[in-house]
């Protein structure tokens, strides 16, 4: 019976030292924050994630500062998105506003700022928001931005339900009959 009350006990100071370390492990995920488009300025390196195929609404537009210690870096295949280095504020503006409107329900795009842990600027988000009329939702998107080293790792996709909806028709399971 000592045994199993020392052993219990072991466990139990090893969970506690296990709880107390991931609480002290520094968060890196990103925070994004909304911004006008006239507040934007500089030089940037242009992410265009989707448009893959006519009626994909999994589109976004990310604005990485050129000059920055920092790089995004997609988790999807080279396919998936395309890169436009050097471009100035102005013309990624109006490239990255056109870009995500591609969808026919698209209703505005909403802006946003990409900070780091200490609150810095390092780029931006542009995504589409669309009628809610038909995906019951405005935004569709789910974007996780957090940083391994200086690199800003970024993964897109769609919100579960919308994903659920549009790609698991039960007409198509294979018990229908």
């Given at each position: 019976m000592k045994k199993i009350i020392h052993n219990f006990t072991i466990i139990i100071i090893a969970l506690f030292l296990l709880i107390s370390l991931a609480s002290c492990v520094k968060s890196s995920g990103l925070i994004t924050e909304e911004i006008r488009s006239d507040r934007i300025s500089g030089t940037f390196t242009l992410i265009l994630y989707g448009a893959r195929f006519s009626?994909?609404?999994e589109n976004v537009a990310i604005l990485d500062i050129e000059g920055?210690?920092?790089t995004f870096e997609v988790f999807a295949p080279d396919f998936d998105y395309k890169l436009r280095?050097?471009?100035p504020a102005e013309e990624a503006i109006k490239i990255a506003e056109g870009f995500i409107a591609s969808y026919g329900s698209f209703k505005y795009p909403q802006i946003?700022?990409?900070k780091?842990?200490?609150g810095n600027v390092i780029g931006y988000e542009f995504r589409p928001l669309y009628h809610p009329s038909e995906f019951g939702t405005f935004d569709v998107l789910d974007i996780d931005y957090?940083?391994?080293g200086n690199k800003v790792k970024v993964r897109i996709g769609l919100i579960p339900e919308i994903r659920q909806r549009l790609f698991n028709d039960e007409s198509f399971s294979s018990d229908s009959q």
């Amino acid at each position: 019976m000592k045994k199993i009350i020392h052993n219990f006990t072991i466990i139990i100071i090893a969970l506690f030292l296990l709880i107390s370390l991931a609480s002290c492990v520094k968060s890196s995920g990103l925070i994004t924050e909304e911004i006008r488009s006239d507040r934007i300025s500089g030089t940037f390196t242009l992410i265009l994630y989707g448009a893959r195929f006519s009626g994909d609404i999994e589109n976004v537009a990310i604005l990485d500062i050129e000059g920055d210690k920092y790089t995004f870096e997609v988790f999807a295949p080279d396919f998936d998105y395309k890169l436009r280095t050097r471009v100035p504020a102005e013309e990624a503006i109006k490239i990255a506003e056109g870009f995500i409107a591609s969808y026919g329900s698209f209703k505005y795009p909403q802006i946003s700022q990409i900070k780091d842990l200490n609150g810095n600027v390092i780029g931006y988000e542009f995504r589409p928001l669309y009628h809610p009329s038909e995906f019951g939702t405005f935004d569709v998107l789910d974007i996780d931005y957090w940083l391994e080293g200086n690199k800003v790792k970024v993964r897109i996709g769609l919100i579960p339900e919308i994903r659920q909806r549009l790609f698991n028709d039960e007409s198509f399971s294979s018990d229908s009959q």
